[in-house]
C-alpha cells in the first residue's frame, strides 16, 4: 500500500512564527528530524520541523573534504527510502558515498519528505508550562506544542582539552570539525590528538598529502575492513549485531560512550593500519597528560593502545570465524593480521621547539549540550534520560543519540527505526486510532520496534 504524505510548506529561512501552536514540534532538520517527519505524516500527525540552519548544514560545513561514509551505502535507511531499488536509486550498495553524494541523499530525502519545515530559525529554550504545554522560544519567536521531539543529534561542543590553551601562539589549532585538508594549515609537520574514526582518518589525510603527522593515539579499537571475502559490516549484520538493543549489548548503557573503530570507506574501503603509517614516517605518541614550558607529555601506553585496537579486530574476526563454521559457510580462508611495525619504546615526551609542529588538529570527541531544554530529564552528567528516546517527562522525546536503541540509532541504518517507534508512541498518547486517519500503517511503524 502506498502512503501519500501530508505535504509541507518551506518557508525559507527564519520567517515569524511567534503564537504558532502544533500538536508535534521537531527540532532539528537532519536526517533525524526529516525521518521523524515522514513518520509523523504516515500517521496523520500535524507537526512542524525547524532547523537552526539549512538541510545538510554539519554535512556542508563540518566535514573535511576527502570525508565518506565508513559504513556502506546500503545502510543507508531513511524511512521509505532505502539506498537503492525502491528508494534512493543509487547503484553502488557497497560503496561508501563521499561528503558530496551524502549532501545529495539528504537533499533527495527533504523533496521526497517535503516536511512542514522552517529553516533558519533556532530554538534557544524548550520549557514546559504548568498546563503541560510546552514552550519554545526561538529566533522566530514562541511557539507552543503538545509534544516535542528534539532531533538534534548528540554531538555538539567539540572537546578541547585545557592544556590547548598554553601552547604557543605561533601553532595554528584547529577543531576536527573545522578541518577540510591540509593546505588550510601553515607549512610544516601536523600534530593529530586523537585516534577514533575522525582522528585516524584525518591523520591519513595528511600523511597521504605527503605532510609530516605526529599523532596521539588513544584507547579506539579498530576494525578490519574486509574479512573473508566480504565487508565485515556485511558479516557483523548477518550476526544480528547491529540489531542488538543498547538493553541487550554486554556494556548496556555505557557502551554509548565508548569510542567508535576507526576504518574507512577511502578509495573503495580499507583498513587504517596506524602501525603501517609509522613505517612509512607518522610519528606515534601514547594519550597525551600534560604541556610544560614547550615540551608536550605522553602516557607510556602508545604499544598498549596499538595492541588493544589489533586484539578488538582480530576479536572480531574470531566471531565472525564461529559463524561462518556453524552456518557452514563456503568462505575464502584469509590469513590473520600481523604486524608491520612496533615501537622500540613508547615515546613520553615532544619538545615542540625541535619538533617542527606548526599546527595542531584536536580530534577528540565533542559534549552533548542540551543546556536549552529547561526540563528535568537529564542526569548529572547533562545527558538525557530516556528509553528508546522517550523521556519521563510526558510528551517530550528526543531522536538520533548515539546507541539510543541499537547501534545505528545515530546514523543512516537506524534512525529510521527509532523514528517509526516515537511516531508510534507519539500517536498513542495523542489517543489516535492505528490507522491515524491513514488506513494500516500501524503495522509498518511496528517493524524494529
Known amino acids: 500500500m502506498t502512503v501519500t504524505p501530508l505535504r509541507g510548506t518551506r518557508t525559507g529561512f527564519?520567517?515569524?512564527?511567534?503564537?504558532?501552536?502544533?500538536?508535534?514540534?521537531?527540532?532539528g532538520g537532519g536526517q533525524a528530524g526529516l525521518s521523524m517527519?515522514?513518520?509523523?505524516?504516515?500517521?496523520?500527525?500535524?507537526?512542524?520541523?525547524?532547523?537552526?540552519?539549512?538541510?545538510g548544514h554539519s554535512w556542508k560545513a563540518f566535514r573535511w573534504d576527502t570525508f565518506c561514509l565508513v559504513t556502506p551505502n546500503w545502510q543507508c535507511r531513511l524511512p521509505d527510502f532505502p539506498y537503492g531499488e525502491g528508494g534512493y536509486g543509487g547503484t553502488d550498495p557497497h560503496g561508501f558515498m563521499v561528503r558530496t553524494e551524502i549532501i545529495d541523499y539528504l537533499e533527495a530525502y527533504r523533496a521526497f519528505v517535503d516536511p512542514p519545515l522552517h529553516e533558519g530559525v533556532g530554538v534557544t529554550r524548550v520549557s514546559r508550562d504548568d498546563h503541560g504545554t510546552y514552550v519554545l522560544e526561538t529566533t522566530a519567536g514562541r511557539l507552543t506544542a503538545d509534544q516535542v521531539v528534539i532531533a538534534t543529534g548528540g554531538y555538539h561542543t567539540p572537546i578541547t582539552p585545557p592544556l590547548s590553551e598554553p601552547l604557543p601562539s605561533s601553532i595554528t589549532q584547529v577543531q576536527s570539525h573545522h578541518y577540510k585538508n591540509g593546505s588550510q594549515l601553515p607549512p610544516g609537520e601536523v600534530l593529530v590528538v586523537g585516534s577514533g574514526q575522525s582522528g585516524a582518518q584525518i591523520a591519513e589525510d595528511l600523511h597521504l598529502e605527503g605532510r609530516k603527522v605526529h599523532l596521539v593515539v588513544g584507547n579506539a579499537p579498530r576494525v578490519a575492513r574486509f574479512y573473508r571475502?566480504?565487508?565485515?559490516?556485511?558479516?557483523l549484520d548477518d550476526l544480528g549485531y547491529y540489531r542488538m538493543p543498547v538493553t541487550e549489548h554486554p556494556r548496556r548503557e555505557a557502551v554509548r560512550a565508548q569510542a567508535n573503530h576507526y576504518v574507512t570507506g577511502r578509495d573503495g574501503g580499507r583498513d587504517i593500519d596506524l602501525r603501517a603509517h609509522a613505517r612509512d614516517g607518522m610519528r606515534l605518541y601514547g594519550m597525551m597528560t600534560d604541556h610544560r614550558d614547550g615540551v608536550l607529555h605522553f602516557a607510556p601506553d602508545l604499544?598498549?593502545?596499538?595492541?588493544h585496537a589489533d586484539e578488538v579486530s582480530e576479536s572480531i574476526k574470531d566471531t565472525i570465524d564461529k559463524h561462518i563454521a556453524a552456518k557452514q559457510i563456503d568462505a575464502p580462508v584469509e590469513d590473520r593480521y600481523t604486524p608491520v611495525w612496533h615501537s622500540e619504546s613508547d615515546p613520553t615526551e615532544l619538545r615542540l621547539a625541535d619538533s617542527g609542529i606548526t599546527s595542531v588538529v584536536w580530534c577528540i570527541g565533542f559534549r552533548q549540550d542540551f543546556?536549552?531544554?529547561?526540563?528535568p530529564v537529564f542526569s548529572g552528567r547533562g545527558a538525557p534520560g530516556h528509553s528508546r528516546g522517550v523521556t519521563s517527562a510526558p510528551g517530550l522525546y528526543f531522536l538520533g543519540l548515539p546507541w539510543q536503541w541499537t547501534w545505528g540509532s545515530g546514523r543512516f541504518s537506524g534512525v529510521g527505526d527509532d523514528a517509526r517507534h516515537l511516531a508510534e508512541r507519539i500517536r498513542s498518547q495523542r489517543g489516535l486510532t492505528s490507522s491515524g486517519g491513514r488506513g494500516d500503517v500501524c503495522n509498518v511503524l511496528a517493524l524494529g520496534s
Do not use: Y
Open 14 to 27: 527564519g520567517g515569524d512564527l511567534d503564537g504558532t501552536h502544533r500538536p508535534v514540534i521537531v527540532v
Open 37 to 55: 517527519s515522514r513518520c509523523l505524516s504516515r500517521v496523520g500527525i500535524d507537526h512542524l520541523v525547524l532547523e537552526r540552519d539549512e538541510i
Open 229 to 235: 571475502g566480504r565487508d565485515v559490516t556485511d558479516w
Open 303 to 307: 604499544t598498549g593502545n596499538l595492541d
Open 371 to 375: 543546556s536549552w531544554v529547561d526540563v
